[in-house]
């Protein structure tokens, strides 16, 4: 054998006796074994490794995801969490329990603008839906960089199955709850309404807020579910009678306003209010600043004669005068370079029914003169005519007056110039001249006759308001309340004609009616007062008197609604007579 023969021989059995490591081996092939076991559990702990690597990667995503689950809500746009965005208002109701205002439910429309690709393809879908739908102002919202913007508030169902068939990616609905009022203007200026949020603007809405709902709303506790509905002292029926007789006597008279009120004189409770022109508080908007004005509580007026009726209770109540004296209403009276007159003037001496019978400026003003002025205004402000008034609803003027009272103030005041105040307060003072010399302050919620007599305060004499019923029956039957007479229904009351002020000046040609009421005149339980603003007849100039317009409407609430109120008619003296209708 060669020697180069050799060498590969011994390479040969090298290369099967020697290990991986350079180690050799028996001939057995046990030392071959145990590297191949030694290398297999090698590979079964990398195994193991690996996968308890990914055991804790996975437990620590589920971990996570329980954490997220758990954690509230965090509100990162501008869209309210959808539980508040549910939240309930509570039902209103009237005072026999039917609805006036209640939460329907429906949906907005909302756009996530960093998955909107083309914003123009969007808004030309929408237009076949929404045509009246802002181009320019979505446009700017849909190519915006923020990740949510609304489009369109409150859809109907309509609306929202259509849009849902254009299939537009990047847009959603979110759920909302929106007011709904089923009499529509009836009343508008009592219930209010709501903001496009479901939140209290005006009226016994914006009372409720008050009342707490708004403090809970802004701080998430308020739910979806229904809350227990608020009653008030309304009577729905009462309120649409009324509310159409305004209408009806400003479209007669073509005058700028009108309103009304029925009140409850014993208790204090606001029957009906209405004030015209109204709007719809389903869609507030279109009322416009004229309808949202509620001039019976929120409009001060110079209301007129009818103040005659707190300056003879002032002098009667002082002890000064009597029903049985009389006054010089002969001649005018001269007084800070102006002159008093009569505009029915009889030029002789009247007692103080005729004083009232034919609303005597002079003679009014010869019996404030028995007071002080001090007095006077002090027994003005005990009837809360010149203070603001206190009720739910937020909307209520503060009356106007002069700064420093002057005799000649004194003298105008008596008979209704010179300060202003609302057309409900006056009704208010007015119940306290009937119902027993008692001021209660009205309210638009339920009262007992037991809660009435803890909040009210005597301010007149019983006497004085004995004598102040029968004035006012006078006047009803003999004076300028008989166009407010209603048969079987025994209604008296005073009117009020005021000329307005028109550029600084008091104009004949302009004028504001009034007329304050109350019936049965042998038992009163409600007072009513009417006006209307700048009444007009056609084809004359000079307007129209509170005999011809405020009282007229007095009747017509009255005939009306006096039935519905559970007033029986009597005809007859002491109801004596029966009528019978075959």
Not at 263 to 279: I, K, Q, Y
Request: glycine share 8%; hydrophobic share 40%.
């Amino acid at each position: 054998m060669s020697f180069l023969s050799r060498i590969m021989v011994l390479k040969s059995r090298a290369h099967f006796s020697a290990g991986a490591r350079g180690v050799r081996y028996g001939g057995d092939g046990k030392n071959f074994e145990g590297i191949r076991k030694r290398k297999s559990k090698q590979a079964r702990n990398r195994v193991a490794l690996i996968m308890a690597g990914f055991m804790c990667f996975y437990c620590v995503i589920g971990g996570r995801l329980v954490v997220y689950a758990m954690k509230e809500p965090e509100n990162t746009s501008s869209i309210l969490p959808p539980d508040r965005l549910m939240a309930s208002r509570p039902d209103i109701l009237d005072r026999n329990g039917e609805v006036l205002a209640t939460d329907i439910r429906t949906v907005s429309l909302f756009a996530e603008p960093h998955k909107i690709v083309d914003p123009d393809e969007v808004i030309e879908k929408l237009r076949t839906v929404l045509p009246d739908i802002d181009v320019k102002s979505t446009y700017s919202r849909l190519s915006s960089k923020s990740r949510f913007q609304w489009l369109r508030r409150q859809l109907t169902p309509k609306q929202q199955s259509q849009i849902l068939a254009l299939g537009i990616p990047g847009i959603g609905f979110r759920p909302e709850k929106r007011r709904f009022y089923p009499g529509g203007p009836t009343a508008s200026h009592i219930i209010g309404y709501v903001n496009i949020d479901n939140r209290g603007v005006a009226g016994m809405e914006r009372y409720i807020d008050t009342q707490g709902l708004a403090d809970l709303a802004s701080v998430g506790m308020t739910s979806d579910q229904p809350l227990e509905p608020v009653h008030l002292s309304i009577d729905i029926r009462v309120q649409a009678i009324l509310r159409q007789v305004l209408v009806d006597f400003i479209d007669k008279f073509k005058a700028k306003g009108a309103g009304a009120v029925v009140l409850d004189a014993n208790t204090g409770e606001v029957l009906a209010m209405g004030s015209a022109p109204d709007f719809d508080p389903n869609n507030p908007a279109e009322g416009g600043e004229e309808g949202w004005l509620n001039r019976m509580s929120n409009g001060t007026f110079e209301m007129g004669s009818t103040f005659k009726s707190f300056s003879l209770a002032m002098a009667l109540d002082s002890g000064k005068s009597k029903l049985t004296d009389s006054y010089d209403a002969r001649y005018p009276i001269r007084i800070g370079g102006f002159t008093i007159n009569d505009l029915h003037g009889k030029h002789s001496f009247l007692t103080v029914p005729e004083i009232f019978q034919y609303s005597s400026n002079i003679g009014t003003a010869k019996m404030t003169d028995l007071v002080s002025i001090d007095y006077h205004k002090d027994f003005l402000t005990k009837l809360g005519l010149l203070t603001k008034m206190h009720t739910e609803l937020p909307e209520v003027a503060q009356p106007t007056q002069p700064r420093v009272w002057k005799k000649v103030n004194q003298i105008t005041i008596s008979f209704g110039h010179g300060v202003s105040t609302t057309p409900l307060q006056t009704a208010v003072a007015g119940a306290a001249l009937i119902n027993g010399g008692k001021l209660i302050q009205p309210t638009f919620l339920p009262r007992t006759q037991e809660q009435a007599d803890a909040v009210a305060n005597q301010v007149i004499k019983p006497s004085t308001s004995k004598d102040m019923r029968w004035l006012f029956e006078w006047n009803g039957v003999k004076g300028s309340g008989r166009s407010a007479r209603v048969e079987g229904f025994d209604v008296g009351g005073k009117t009020g004609t005021a000329d307005k002020v028109v550029k600084g000046r008091y104009s004949r040609e302009h004028n504001f009616n009034a007329f304050l009421a109350a019936f049965p005149m042998n038992n009163p339980k409600y007072v009513v007062l009417t006006f209307i603003d700048d009444p007009r007849t056609e084809g004359k100039t000079i307007p129209p008197l509170a005999a011809e317009t405020a009282a007229p409407m007095v009747k017509e609430i009255i005939r009306r609604t006096a039935p519905i109120l559970g007033v029986k008619p009597t005809f007859g003296d002491n109801g004596s007579a029966l009528l019978v209708s075959y």
